[in-house]
């Protein structure tokens, strides 16, 4: 898979999650079929800022806000998600599991 190619279906996957909601980065490396790309996934997003891309939705596979550092301010992430009603506790949200988006599931 290209590389650009692939940076772009992580963009399309990551505009479908919805406000209020997060996924992970292998979530959606599992989805786009590259399992082993979680890492590539974070790559991608970490140069999404030049697109309108909510990569604030997408954090590690325990809900840790992990790519905090690219969003310029560090608690931006963070502001981000509670925005949207996420509740963040010590750089983790809390409920990960019940707020949770799975590419794999929701988009059939």
């Known amino acids: 898979m290209e590389k650009s190619s692939f940076f ?3 963009y399309d996957v990551v505009k ?3 406000p209020g909601r997060a996924t992970s980065y292998g979530a959606i490396a599992h989805y786009l079929g590259t399992k082993s790309s979680a ?4 790559w991608a997003l970490n140069s999404s800022y ?3 891309i909510p990569a604030h939705r997408v954090v590690n596979r325990k809900g840790v806000l ?3 550092v ?5 608690d931006r992430m963070q502001k981000l998600l509670e925005a949207e009603g996420v509740k963040i ?3 983790q949200i ?3 599991d019940q707020i949770f988006w799975d590419p794999s599931k929701e988009l059939l």
């Open 8 to 10: 772009q279906d992580v």
């Open 94 to 96: 809390e409920n990960f």
């Open 50 to 52: 030049v697109q309108d």
């Open 70 to 74: 690219y969003f310029g301010d560090s």
């Open 39 to 42: 890492r590539m996934v974070g």
């Open 89 to 91: 506790k010590d750089n």
């Open 66 to 68: 992990t790519g905090k």
């Open 16 to 18: 479908l999650i919805p």
